[in-house]
Nanobody, 122 residues
Framework: QVQLVESGGGLVQAGASLRLSCAAS????????MGWFRQAPGKEREFVSV????????YYADFVKGRFTISRDNAQKTVYLQMNSLKPEDTAVYYC???????????????WGQGTQVTVSS
């Protein structure tokens, strides 16, 4: 099992920045891709960004390109999501997840954190 713990959410004004962290523990050797997803009230969970542990290859949803940056610290087994120029529509619960393959589909991620709330006021 892989355990994931997110932190760093909060309430900010539009235009501000936040950095989310996701610390992985347990059988991290089985983890290939780490992803960030988000879910707003009444909406489906949606893909935000992924990164692979080995090469650091990353991919972003179009609506965060140029604003969000995903990174990882292999030694600390921690993944980060730097979020800049936040907008009210970024308000959601952000989840960190682990997959044993490369994917951008949340259905292929089998380990999830508890989520951290990000609220952006206008």
């Amino acid at each position: 099992q892989v355990q994931l713990v997110e932190s760093g959410g909060g309430l900010v004004q539009a235009g501000a920045s936040l950095r989310l962290s996701c610390a992985a523990s347990g059988r991290t050797s089985s983890s290939y891709t780490m992803g960030w997803f988000r879910q707003a009230p009444g909406k489906e969970r949606e893909f935000v960004s992924v990164i692979t542990w080995n090469t650091g290859y990353s991919y972003y949803a179009d609506f965060v390109k140029g604003r969000f940056t995903i990174s990882r610290d292999n030694a600390q087994k921690t993944v980060y999501l730097q979020m800049n120029s936040l907008k009210p529509e970024d308000t959601a619960v952000y989840y960190c997840a682990s997959s044993d393959t490369y994917s951008r589909n949340y259905r292929n991620f089998n380990h999830w954190g508890q989520g951290t709330q990000v609220t952006v006021s206008s």
